[in-house]
């Protein structure tokens, strides 16, 4: 063999390989793309049917506003800053609920599924608690807490306590076994099991219930702003409303929607990283 054809020979496969990566580049790429059409279409249809009926005039225009008015409306919040000081002052709050809910629900979480006693007095107690949405809560913390801050943060933080509680203990009654007796072949301490083995298996699942916490957390708080709040995504909602300024209502409501459908996608990405993480560990 002459030593252009070994140089062709050792080129072959590195060029095939190529080949096949990029249309593996290609289909993916155009996998994507249709998936993010097809996701398209229903809110085209929706944005469709509201301005079919606004124009028809189903609805009075004091009622149902345009989508221009709405998009105008909200490009006039955004510069005056009304929009960005509600809403940071609505974000403040689900952070420090889900930092409140979420280590209350971790601490709970852990109790249950690491001590048999503490889950025969505490689980049942739990489950009669889990059944009461953030609405019973309200009359009752009024009446301890007022309508200040307080009251806020209590609430939506009990809307997260609920889902990290669960998935924490899901993740750490399905641990496998095998693993556990690893531990036990090292003769690994409490304290050692738990930082290298129930801890990195109960991940995936314990970051599964922060974000269904923390996405809890968004819907809730919209609620309690509109019930009672002078400042916030829901304050400004319901302000709206009483002035009949229905536009900002709208462009609320858009704006609720987009921050909670980015706030899903990120965790949801960090989720799947957690869980082909754990893949490749076992």
Not at 162 to 169: G, S
Not at 205 to 224: D, K
Request: net charge positive; proline share 5%; charged share 10%.
């Amino acid at each position: 063999m002459n030593t252009n054809t070994q140089i062709l020979s050792l080129r072959l496969p590195t060029a095939v390989s190529a080949g096949r990566t990029s249309k593996q580049v290609l289909a993916r790429t155009a996998n994507a793309v249709s998936r993010f059409a097809l996701a398209l279409l229903f809110p085209l249809a929706l944005l469709g049917l509201w301005q079919v009926a606004h124009y028809q005039e189903w609805l009075p225009v004091q009622i149902l506003p345009s989508p221009q008015q709405t998009w105008e409306t909200f490009w006039d919040l955004c510069r005056s800053g009304e929009l960005s000081a509600n809403l940071s002052v609505s974000l403040a709050r689900v952070a420090w609920s889900l930092a409140v809910g979420g280590a209350v629900g971790l601490a709970i979480g852990f109790a249950i599924g690491l001590s048999p006693k503490v889950k025969a007095y505490l689980y049942p107690g739990f489950e009669v608690f889990a059944q009461f949405p953030v609405i019973g809560w309200i009359p009752l913390l009024m009446l301890f807490l007022g309508i200040d801050e307080t009251l806020k943060i209590v609430a939506i933080s009990l809307a997260v306590l609920v889902p990290v509680v669960i998935n924490t203990y899901k993740g750490i009654l399905g641990i496998p076994a095998s693993l556990l007796e690893v531990g036990q072949v090292y003769a690994f301490s409490r304290r050692q099991t738990l930082l290298r083995i129930v801890i990195p298996a109960a991940l995936p699942s314990i970051f599964g219930g922060i974000r269904q916490g923390l996405m809890q957390a968004w819907l809730s708080l919209i609620f309690v702003e509109l019930l009672a709040s002078s400042e916030g995504l829901g304050y400004l909602m319901n302000w709206a409303r009483q002035v009949m300024q229905l536009d900002i209502v709208f462009a609320a409501i858009g704006v609720i929607g987009v921050i909670g459908f980015l706030l899903d996608w990120g965790l949801r990405r960090v989720e799947s990283y957690f869980d082909a993480w754990r893949l490749q560990g076992l």
